[in-house]
């Protein structure tokens, strides 16, 4: 089982790295650190002294000073060397730059610089290393005015705030899902002694500023406001629309209650109206039993109580808030199931619960999606 430490572990990019190595607890082990070893040289020593493998994340992207971004990125790179001469420890290092390297700001100068400052460590020290030059990452739950212009606007959009395009740019994007990829394969293809000073990460996707704003602002109203599923036709669109609804304030926006049209006849109620595929079932639960306790990395699905009563609970991974709502089939309501939150449904009437399952199929059967957990 390979050590993996991963500076930044509480960062956007580091906690889906850490969150999706964790799946895999026969092939790695994750090893705890906080942003306040570097502080600690012992403690950073003692750290680096147990990795096999170390993905340096830490990093600041943004500050007031920009003095500031580029002396905080190379000191971080120069106490982890320190640490590493110190205990005259030879892990792997996997290390996360920017293709701002071309650009003639700090952030750059500092990625580039520490990029190389690591490489030359590795071959003065006989250890490894892999110079990651990575592009736009989006995702569900960057940093909004931190992380992306992608954050931001759909912070924005989801908090009843009006975006505003400073320049309207061309974005070269990868989603986080798919730079985690890149990160597992190359550590668990890693070798010793190997050096690469400079691994360029492709871009999934391209959309300049205005034609992602034009996407989010229609599905603030398809999607936010009529609860319509839009058209997603590629992975890239299943990943920003995960990415937009990750926004939302769920506290606040569940459960959207649907609407009846009733007469002597009885009721109708139109469950999900969607402009993309998907496979609908349903469900009958007994009284004191629980569905569920899994999450999903990209599916979107959504839970419709169409008779009985129901509790649902939430909790998103990394963390202990479990965020519990109560449906019932007196006044038809569903809940769309956020990815990362792993989820549950009990039946807490005297009679039996129905439940209406609508679940997206954009991605392959065997495509491995669903990870059980406890709520």
Request: proline share 4%; net charge negative; glycine share 6%.
């Amino acid at each position: 089982m390979l050590k993996i430490g991963i500076t930044g572990q509480s960062g956007f990019i580091g906690s889906h790295l850490c969150n999706t190595i964790s799946l895999y607890r026969e092939e790695f082990l994750v090893l705890p650190f906080e942003d306040a070893f570097f502080e600690n040289p012992d403690q950073l020593e003692k750290f680096v002294a147990s990795c096999d493998v170390i993905v340096h994340l830490a990093a600041v992207n943004r500050h007031a000073d920009p003095a500031v971004i580029y002396e905080t990125n190379i000191q971080l790179v120069t106490d982890l060397i320190r640490a590493l001469e110190a205990t005259h420890s030879k892990p792997h290092i996997l290390f996360s730059s920017s293709t701002q390297e071309e650009r003639d700001n700090p952030y750059g100068r500092s990625k580039k610089e520490g990029r190389i400052l690591l490489s030359q460590w590795a071959e003065a020290n006989g250890g490894g290393f892999s110079g990651m030059v990575i592009p736009n990452v989006f995702g569900p739950f960057g940093n909004p005015f931190y992380n992306s212009v992608i954050a931001t606007f759909s912070h924005q959009l989801n908090h009843g705030e009006t975006p505003k395009i400073e320049v309207d740019a061309e974005l070269k994007l990868i989603h986080v899902g798919e730079l985690v990829q890149q990160f597992i394969q190359r550590i668990r293809n890693y070798r010793d002694k190997e050096i690469i000073s400079e691994i360029r990460v492709d871009h999934t996707a391209t959309i300049s500023v205005s034609g992602l704003l034009e996407i989010l602002l229609d599905w603030k109203t398809v999607y936010l406001e009529k609860g319509t599923i839009p058209p997603l036709r590629n992975t890239f669109e299943m990943n920003l629309f995960n990415t937009f609804r990750s926004y939302t304030d769920i506290r606040k926006h569940n459960p959207v209650k649907y609407v009846q049209h009733a007469d002597n006849r009885g009721s109708f109620v139109e469950l999900i109206r969607l402009n993309t595929g998907g496979q609908v079932s349903f469900s009958t639960t007994n009284p004191g039993f629980t569905r569920g306790n899994h999450f999903h990395t990209r599916k979107i699905e959504r839970f419709s109580v169409i008779k009985g009563q129901a509790r649902i609970q939430l909790r998103r991974i990394g963390t202990g808030e479990v965020l519990e709502f109560h449906l019932s089939g007196t006044e038809p309501s569903f809940i769309d199931m956020p990815t990362w939150y792993t989820h549950n449904i009990t039946n807490t009437g005297n009679d039996e619960l129905y439940t209406v399952f609508w679940i997206n199929e954009l991605f392959d059967a065997t495509d491995a999606d669903t990870f059980w957990e406890q709520v």
